[in-house]
């Protein structure tokens, strides 16, 4: 009698543990740099916010700092601790391959998130969930192209950029983008000057300073992210240089000030919240076997001046 | 009569060799780009190097006293972050000495881990590095800082504003060197700094407090800190956590390029500034020449190198100076 007892409750237990398992996901992520910027911050809360509000979804969130040996670390203790799949936010996108290449050993599917791998390592992940950068760029250059139209100068009109951090996926794929674009549709506008800000304000304004002493003419300013592109403009105010265009990308909070105030002409809207939710959504339907396309971007429109009451302030 | 005088140059030039060095590059830079020496150009130079330089100046009085500071840069970040926080919170005329209070107390800790309990500087500031840069983290839950209202604010005043045309933060960069410069010099708290890094056991017994010294040089550089903090937060009127991050080693790169010593008991404001300008100049020129990126960072440590060595050199006599 007790003896069945005892059985019967284990049956239950393994019922109710087999039930779990098809139900619920353990999704492991491990991020870039959280604290290195707002973007990146803002990112991990709404991953968070967005994983508490899927029952299904047990999330373990982790972040490198940065550290390329840290991030291998914690991909390592991911895949020891069993879970369902993997979200990485690669600090280096050819340096993790390995340690991508050893989850998929462990049948647990990978999605790389907002900036992708080197394509290297393509075959041991499910999918990349993300903005499409060369897009991006190339959308920016459209955008400074159509403005320099308006103006009546993209016959003449000569134009610097500021790049985000050497090396780093994201920045090449912008600049690269906005590069191969512009000539299309700009054939004279000519860009004479390129120089890294590293995502950094203070770093882009020095950059920029350099610029204007060195050419007398700048017309437009392309920046890999808002953050430089408004250490520019503070530079070309402070020199009291009128009349540039400055196109930058994802959108941040003191870009769309700027533009508010009608200084900044143009940028990227690129949410936070809408990456971090589509890295969940993506990990969540490969797991339930939903076909999910292998490059997944998301919506990154264009934001000017003109068109910028359409988008609500970035929160970052 | 005029070999007396070509006598005293050879010495005087013998004993200024960073000074020959900078002049050098300077001339260098002139005929690369004919745009170098555009008095726009030097200006924006200088103002871009006030910060840097601010926080050269506080790490000289550490270096002399024979001690490092590693900190500078993370503490940087501190206190652009806490005083663009507080602006909005309780106004910049409250915002401006609760950030100097905290940057103080930040210094007055190391000062007495490396002054009272005699713990290697080196050891203590790298940690400091890391404490502080968490401490900004927690402080800013990691989001950049940005001035609400930067239209409807004096803030801007200490890095965007000029007095006579001379832009702020020369105006207090110089200030505060001559201020230091004197102070380090000329009064008897500067020579107990030289006299504790040159030769700390013949300090104790000439009755110098040297724990108190210590302490108070690294009051003095967290006292720049905190200024460099006001002229970056007030320059971009927003920031980021990572504003200063690596500044520590620029600025002891400026520090030893000015001639002081990493042992200790030698150095001066004046040859700080030298070295703080020799960076920006050398960083502006390939800039303005464009030499690709990666290619800077290359011939920058290569003309610093360059730089301490033509000094030696100077100051020996000789090219060719082998260790004994």
């Known amino acids: 009698m007790k003896f069945q007892t005892i059985l019967a409750a284990a049956a239950a237990s393994t ?9 619920t996901y353990k999704i492991g992520i491990t991020q870039n740099n959280v604290g290195v910027d707002s973007y990146q911050t803002t990112y991990e809360q709404a991953f968070v916010d967005a994983a508490n509000a899927n029952d299904r979804v047990e999330a373990v969130v982790l972040d490198a700092g940065g550290d390329v040996a840290r991030q291998i670390a914690q991909m390592e203790n991911l895949i020891q601790q069993g879970v369902d799949a993997i979200i990485i936010w690669p600090t280096n996108g050819e340096a993790v391959i390995p340690a991508v290449r050893k989850a998929k050993q462990a049948d647990i599917p990978v999605v790389v998130t907002n900036s992708n791998i080197d394509e290297k390592g393509f075959d041991f992940i499910s999918s990349f969930s993300g903005p499409d950068n060369i897009a991006q760029g190339a959308t ?13 100068i ?14 780093y996926t994201t920045a090449i794929e912008r600049s690269d983008g906005f590069t191969e674009r512009l000539p299309e549709i700009c054939p004279n506008v000519e860009l004479v000057d390129s120089q890294p800000g590293d995502w950094n304000r203070e770093k882009a304004q020095t950059v920029m300073e350099a610029f204007l002493t060195k050419y007398d003419d700048i017309d437009g300013v392309y920046a890999g992210d808002d953050n430089m592109g408004v250490g520019g403009l503070n530079a070309a105010m402070a020199a009291g240089r009128e009349g540039i265009t400055f196109v930058g990308a994802t959108n941040f909070a003191v870009g769309y000030e700027a533009m508010a105030n009608g200084d900044y002409w143009g940028s990227i809207y690129q949410s936070p919240v809408d990456d971090a939710r589509a890295a969940l959504e993506t990990a969540v339907d490969i797991l339930d076997g939903v076909d999910v396309p292998f490059l997944n971007y998301f919506e990154t429109p264009a934001i000017t001046q003109d068109n910028m009451g359409e988008f609500t302030k970035p929160v970052f | 009569m005029v070999a007396l005088t070509r006598k005293d140059m050879g010495q005087f030039l013998a004993r200024q060799g960073i000074l020959v060095a900078f002049v050098l590059f300077m001339i260098l830079f002139t005929l690369a780009n004919d745009r170098f020496l555009d008095p726009d150009n030097i200006m924006g130079v200088v103002r871009s190097s006030a910060i840097l330089g601010v926080m050269a100046l506080g790490v000289t009085f550490v270096v002399i006293s024979g001690n490092l500071d590693l900190s500078v840069g993370s503490m940087m970040s501190f206190s652009t972050i806490v005083v663009l926080d507080l602006h909005d919170k309780i106004g910049p005329a409250l915002a401006i000495p609760a950030m100097f209070a905290m940057t103080l107390c930040l210094g007055a800790f190391i000062g007495f881990l490396v002054g009272y309990l005699k713990l290697n500087s080196l050891i203590v500031t790298l940690g400091m590095l890391s404490a502080i840069h968490g401490l900004t983290l927690t402080y800013s839950g990691g989001k950049n800082m940005d001035i609400d209202d930067m239209a409807g ?3 801007g005043m200490f890095g965007r504003g000029d007095v006579l045309g001379i832009p702020t933060p020369i105006l207090i960069f110089l200030s505060l060197a001559a201020v230091l410069g004197v102070m380090l010099a000329k009064t008897p708290f500067g020579r107990k700094v030289y ?9 104790t017994f000439s009755g110098i407090p040297r724990a108190r010294v210590v302490f108070s040089c690294y009051l003095v550089s967290a006292f720049c800190v905190a200024t460099a903090g006001l002229l970056q937060a007030s320059r971009s009127m927003g920031s980021q956590n990572t504003v200063g991050q690596g500044l520590e080693l620029e600025v002891l790169a400026a520090v030893i390029l000015g001639g002081a010593s990493l042992m200790g008991g030698a150095g001066t404001i004046f040859k700080t500034v030298i070295g703080v300008l020799i960076l920006g100049f050398i960083q502006n020129g390939l800039l303005l020449v464009g030499l690709p990126f990666y290619a800077q960072y290359v011939v920058t440590w290569v003309i610093i190198i360059l730089a301490v060595w033509l000094d030696i050199a100077a100051k020996r006599g000789g090219l060719w100076s082998p260790i004994a």
């Open chain 1, 154 to 167: 993209a016959d003449e009109a000569q134009i610097v950029e500021i790049t985000g951090q050497p090396g």
């Open chain 2, 153 to 155: 604010t004096w803030f």
């Open chain 1, 140 to 152: 920016a250059a459209e955008v400074m192209c159509d403005r320099f139209k308006a103006l009546g």
């Open chain 2, 195 to 203: 006299a504790v890094g040159g030769n700390g056991t013949a300090a």
């Open chain 1, 15 to 23: 019922a109710v543990v087999g039930v779990a398992q098809a139900e």
